[in-house]
């Protein structure tokens, strides 16, 4: 029998759902949502079609003690919603530096949540960082509206790869200092 591996970092609760952990539970949500092309071609780092194993490998990640990144699940369940709609994590780049990336799942796209889910976190500040750094394609200006609409001010034009697209995107990048 497996166990979820029991992960030192807080639930973040607002009013539609909770930032909490990554568990194993959410494997095949992840892959159905993740999975969806789409959603993998606004990340750098989701390959499509997921390869087998992918999903699993990211929860253990997620999970192993000596981790660079958080994740967090946006999980509606406690407000009848669904109990995987999205992923979020920060990960540490510097002392007191972090880079934040989100993605929701197409169903929940228009609703607010990864704006939600950003500032949530930048509230929260769980890693008590003093700057937070994001990039997003260029070509996907509502995860830039989220941005921006979260206190991010722009820094300027550069390029990432895409898994997903298998090429070099041009991305903005931002960034927001906490006090």
Known sequence: ????????????????????????????????????????????????????????????????????EDVWVMDGSAANGAEVMGVISLKRVDTGKAEIGYWVASAFWNTGLASEAVAALIKANPLELDTIYATVFQDNPASARVLTNTGFQYLGDAETFSIARDATVPTWTYSLKLD
Request: hydrophobic share 35%; glycine share 4%.
């Open 1 to 68: 029998m497996k166990h979820d591996t029991i992960v030192t970092q807080p639930v973040i609760e607002t009013d539609r759902f909770a930032l909490r952990p990554v568990r194993r539970s959410d494997e095949g949500l992840i892959a159905l949502y993740a999975g969806d092309e789409e959603v993998a071609r606004n990340t750098s780092s989701i390959p499509h079609p997921l390869p087998p194993g992918s999903v699993e490998a990211f929860i253990q990640r997620a999970q192993s003690e000596d981790r660079i």
